[in-house]
């Protein structure tokens, strides 16, 4: 056996690849079986359907509301009162590093999406590792007359290095219209935030954000490696002073206390990005969040009105349902 194919151009390239995944997916032949039958080595018949997932010739999809059957997604459901909610299920979570982990959530939260987009929807989409990992996620599956939005100015991050990317490439999958928001996300001062926001081109953008039918978001906590400090836009006295005012959670670059409610401390006023009652008025909420070190964030998130459709992976759905709902508790 070879681990090479003969040279082919693009057309016998492309047939090469859909007739291995045709065998693999279609005839459940195992790759040992496929690679003796086409008389190459098993590596290549691994890479060529890798390449044929790559190259959009083979899309895995997997239906969203099955990702809602379970157990812990139907007890979520019942104890907060949420329309749906999405538990990426993995017994050993502790064996799993952050990075696996959130990439395992972005999955099931990218599938889940999928399952709440509807035709027409307007979605304003937040800015975050997590969100970015949930594009990346995304199945190419388009939805007829869909409009993004991006929620949060122009920003860019070791984690994510650039805001607008995580409304473009959803936008992209999604087959849909994307209104990037032509301004910085943060800016000196809050005078200088003012004249921003009247400026009458991002006054338009920002005004298309108030009729949003859905959200796509994360919440991250107020710890010294949050990622509003991450990315230059809090400082750590300023994430200090929050936490002292009560915060517990950010959401779309805001502070929300235990119960939810917004807490005003810089960057705030600095900010370009909707209000918080612009997030709540969205009909559907989807609230995509990774690790147990969020669960107070998730709780405030919860009681504050932010989410309708829940996606966490095992381990903090577990602490959700073992947590205390009385935020004064």
Excluded at 46 to 62: T, W
Excluded at 183 to 208: C, H, M, N, S, Y
Excluded at 248 to 271: E, F, H, K, T
Aim: hydrophobic share 45%.
């Amino acid at each position: 056996m070879t681990n090479a194919v003969p040279n082919r151009g693009k057309g016998d390239k492309d047939s090469l690849l859909a007739n291995v995944a045709i065998l693999y997916y279609g005839e459940g032949l195992t790759q040992n079986e496929i690679s003796k039958r086409m008389q190459v080595s098993r590596a290549t018949i691994v890479n060529l359907l890798r390449e044929s997932r790559d190259k959009g010739i083979v899309e895995i999809r997997i239906d969203g509301k099955h990702l809602s059957s379970s157990n812990l997604a139907r007890e979520l459901r019942q104890r907060f009162g949420l329309v749906d909610a999405y538990v990426a299920l993995s017994e050993n979570t502790a064996g799993l590093s952050r990075r696996d982990l959130l990439l395992h959530v972005a999955r099931v939260g990218a599938a889940a999406v999928l399952d709440v987009v509807e035709p027409g929807d307007r979605i304003g989409i937040a800015w975050g590792e997590t969100i970015m990992a949930l594009s990346d996620a995304l199945q190419r599956t388009p939805v007829p007359n869909v409009e993004v939005c991006q929620l949060i100015g122009a920003m860019k991050s070791a984690r994510v290095p650039a805001s607008e990317m995580c409304a473009i490439q959803i936008a992209n999958k999604l087959g849909a219209v994307c209104y990037t928001l032509h301004a910085p996300g943060i800016v000196a001062t809050p005078e200088l935030a003012e004249i921003f926001r009247a400026e009458p081109t991002i006054k338009a953008q920002l005004d298309r954000l108030n009729s949003l039918d859905m959200t796509i978001a994360s919440i991250g906590n107020v710890a010294a490696e949050t990622h509003l400090a991450s990315a230059g836009m809090a400082t750590q006295a300023e994430l200090s002073a929050a936490r002292d005012a009560g915060a517990v959670g950010i959401i779309c670059c805001r502070y929300i206390d235990a119960a939810g409610n917004p807490v005003a401390m810089q960057p705030d006023s600095r900010v370009i990005a909707p209000g918080l009652a612009t997030l709540k008025d969205a009909r559907k909420r989807f609230l995509v969040v990774c690790g147990s070190d969020r669960l107070q964030a998730t709780l405030a998130a919860i009681r504050g009105g932010f989410v309708s459709h829940l996606c966490v992976d095992q381990g903090l759905a577990e602490d959700l349902l073992a947590s205390n709902p009385d935020p004064a508790a």
